[in-house]
């Protein structure tokens, strides 16, 4: 299968510096820009009443919260020039189980 090298360009430009974790980006010199980023998405998920917040001692024998994870993008123009900063809050869906949690 023939695949663009205009594609491959764009999937080589990613990197680390552009997906920092929660760490790097909330030390960086770009925290301001991603806690901002991080408080939009959870003015969002609230608006959208994403979730329940519960006390760990009422959630029944034999289930669990599911941990959350933040993920960062730094998004960027064609030319490279940043464009914006996106914060993502997720569920950590690795750790459920079919049958007991969906």
Known sequence: QDVSPAFLNAKTGI???????WHEAMSGDEAPQYWEAAKKEIATLE????WD??????VPKG?????????FKRKRSPSGVIKKW?????????????????
């Open 63 to 71: 289930q669990r919260i599911l941990k959350s994870l933040w993920t």
């Open 15 to 21: 990197s680390k510096e552009d997906n920092p974790g």
């Open 86 to 102: 996106k914060g993502r809050l997720t569920a950590r869906g690795d750790m459920q189980v079919e049958g007991v949690d969906f």
């Open 47 to 50: 608006a959208i009443n994403a």
């Open 53 to 58: 917040v519960v006390d760990i001692s009422s």
